[in-house]
Structure formats: structure tokens, C-alpha cells
């Protein structure tokens, strides 16, 4: 009895001695890792480029292995997962800083909905004929696969990476449907998506050929890339920087045609100067040279205020008026 409570302190001090390890490796080299949805300050240059990245995927495919790895150039063998973490940190693309944010997701995210209970739930409620409990079971089971599915994640990243393992055909299955949601809620912008065909080591379980993966990646117009996080340093390192250079190429030309677009107020101003010069060339076929003037201000008055004040410099005002100031006077003659 001793002896079996003393072994259980002695696993609890060693594990709780690997998670502090493993907290520390993730947080040197300035890399801040925080639940997902907590807001830390970052210690970088806050007017570089923030790129956004969703890793997704079957469970256990090693999406924690890869982004450890590329972000510390280190692989552990085991991870402390079950929660959906943020990794922040500062990188450098062709010699420009970018700040690289990092949600790794879990399956077993208890910020998620708990698919377990909620699947009980669900089975508790259905007290109707099996043909129809079955059928009912089936659409309550996509639904709540729907729910499993980290789409606040992905609407809020800039690309995600969707990982696989070569030795589970299971996990290229769902990366595939992964893809499709990815897609729905993208639409109809690009979005760039890096397939990771991950665990290549183990090409001795391979499930999953390599023109399979291939041929996903070109059908879904993403990235595609098959290596180790656990031997290939150097494939992690080139295949994420090339996703990132990606992104941050898409959101320059992106913020170039923002701001190219005109302006409510641009277009405003277009319109009301248009429709100021048409009416007074209009007008100015008439007969008076001075109605035009007079005819641009009232439109451009009730279209907008800015071009108003512009006109009404030269307008004389009714207190103007009253008082005859503003007013050209005429020579007077006297007899
Ligand atoms: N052989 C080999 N093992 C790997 C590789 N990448 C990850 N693993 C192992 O796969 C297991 C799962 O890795 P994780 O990184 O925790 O996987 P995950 O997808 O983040 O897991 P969940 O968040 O729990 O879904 C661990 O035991 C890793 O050591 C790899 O490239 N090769």
C-alpha cells in the first residue's frame, strides 16, 4: 500500500517535472504559447506583418511535433496536447520581420464542444422506432462532427495547414473533408492551405501513397509537402516559409487594392462633380453665364458638404446680401 502510493508520487513529481520542461522549451527563443482566444502582449516589432496559421488535422498526425519543430528546431517525441494553443513569434522573410501566429488545435480541445456528452444527450432524447433512431443518430452524428470542426480557428487564420500521417489512411480521409470546410468557409476568397504529409520516417506503415496526397493538394489548389517533423528539419523550415511568404505576398496585394479602391467619399465627390459639370453645361448652352455657378452650388450642396463649402466661397451669404458685401456693386453715375 506504501510502496504503491510512493510509486504514484514519484510518476505524478516526474511528469509534472516533463510538463514544466516542455512549458519551458516552448517558451524560450521568444516564442509565447497561450490558450487560444487569450490576448498576450508580443515582444516584437509591432509594425511588422502579422501572419495568422490554423494547424488542423486527424488526432495524433503530429501537428504539435511540427510546429515545435519548426519553431524551436526541436522534436520531444511526446506533447502535452489537449488543449488548442496560440504560438507567437518573430520571424524574419527575405531579411523582412513578420510576426507568425500559430493555433495549434486539438481534437480533445475542451474549449470545443464535447462530442461525448453531447452524443449521450442526443441518444437519451431518441425514444422512436430504430429505423428512424438510426437515421436520427446519423444526422445528429454530422452535425455534431460539423461541431468538432475549428471554424472560429480557420475564419480567423490567414492559411492553415491541414496534417495527415502517411500510416493512416483515416486521417487523409479527414483531411480531405477538412479541405471542403475549409473551402465553404472561405469562399469566395483564396485561401491558402498547405497539405502536410507527416511521420514519412515510418515508410514502413505507409496507407497513403504520395500521388494520393499530391493529387489533393492540386484538385484544392494548395500546397503540398511530405516529410518528418521527427528527421527533416530542413523540409519543415523551407515548406513553412514558403506558406508564410505566400500569405504575406496575398495580404500586401490585398492591402494595395484596399487602398486603391476609392472612397465612399472619393465617389462622392466624383458624382457630385460630374453631375455639377452636366448640369452646368446644360445650363451654360442657355443664356446667362453666370447660372451655372449658382445651379453647381445648389446641387452640390444636397450631395455633399465638402464641395458646398468650396462653392460657397464665392456665393455671398443672405447677411451678405443684406448688407452688400460679397455683392459686386455697380458703378454708380451721377448725373
Ligand atoms: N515517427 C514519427 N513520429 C511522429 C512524427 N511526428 C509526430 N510523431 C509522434 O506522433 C505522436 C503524436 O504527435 P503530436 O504532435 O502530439 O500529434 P497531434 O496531432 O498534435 O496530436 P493531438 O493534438 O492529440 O491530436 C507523438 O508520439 C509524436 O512523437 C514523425 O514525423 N515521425
Known amino acids: 500500500m506504501d510502496n504503491n502510493s510512493t510509486t504514484d508520487g514519484q ?6 517535472r516533463d510538463s514544466n520542461a516542455k512549458t519551458k522549451m516552448r517558451l524560450d527563443e521568444k516564442i509565447t504559447s497561450v490558450a487560444f482566444g487569450r490576448s498576450t502582449k508580443i515582444d516584437s516589432d509591432k ?48 531579411g523582412f520581420p513578420s510576426q507568425i501566429e500559430i493555433a495549434d488545435t486539438s481534437n480533445k480541445s475542451v474549449n470545443r464542444v464535447d462530442l461525448s ?5 442526443v441518444l437519451r432524447l431518441n425514444s422512436i422506432t430504430t429505423t428512424n433512431k438510426q437515421a436520427h443518430v446519423f444526422v445528429q452524428m454530422s452535425i455534431l462532427a460539423d461541431l468538432s470542426f475549428p471554424s472560429v480557428h480557420v475564419s480567423w487564420a490567414d492559411a492553415c495547414i491541414i496534417v495527415y500521417s502517411i500510416e493512416s489512411s483515416a486521417s487523409f480521409e479527414a483531411a480531405a473533408t477538412m479541405l471542403e470546410k475549409i473551402q465553404s468557409i472561405k469562399m469566395p476568397f483564396y485561401h491558402p492551405v498547405l497539405l502536410l504529409a507527416n511521420q514519412k520516417d515510418l515508410e514502413h506503415l505507409r496507407q497513403v501513397r504520395v500521388e494520393d496526397g499530391q493529387a489533393l493538394a492540386l484538385q484544392n489548389n494548395c500546397h503540398f509537402a511530405e516529410l518528418s517533423a521527427a528527421e527533416d ?22 492591402t494595395a487594392v484596399r487602398q486603391k479602391k476609392p472612397s465612399l467619399m472619393h465617389v462622392t465627390k466624383l458624382f457630385s462633380s460630374l453631375i455639377g ?5 446644360s445650363s451654360f448652352n442657355e443664356t446667362d453665364t453666370e447660372k451655372p455657378k449658382l445651379k453647381s452650388s445648389s446641387t452640390a450642396s444636397s450631395l455633399h ?17 443684406k448688407s452688400n458685401k460679397g455683392i459686386k456693386k455697380r458703378p454708380s453715375f451721377s448725373l
Open 11 to 16: 510518476r505524478k513529481a516526474t511528469a509534472n
Open 47 to 94: 509594425n511588422a506583418p502579422r501572419i495568422r496559421i490554423c494547424v488542423l488535422g486527424f488526432t495524433a498526425v503530429g501537428k504539435t511535433a511540427v510546429v515545435v519543430r519548426y519553431l524551436t528546431n526541436r522534436f520531444i517525441g511526446e506533447y502535452c496536447s489537449g488543449k488548442d494553443l496560440l504560438y507567437k513569434k518573430t520571424i524574419k522573410i527575405d
Open 117 to 121: 456528452s453531447v452524443l449521450i444527450s
Open 233 to 254: 528539419l530542413d523540409g519543415v523550415e523551407l515548406t513553412m516559409t514558403a506558406l508564410f511568404r505566400d500569405v504575406r505576398t496575398l495580404k500586401s496585394q490585398r
Open 277 to 281: 459639370r452636366s448640369s452646368s453645361s
Open 305 to 321: 458638404t465638402g464641395d458646398e463649402c468650396e462653392i460657397k466661397v464665392n456665393t455671398p451669404t443672405e447677411k451678405e446680401v
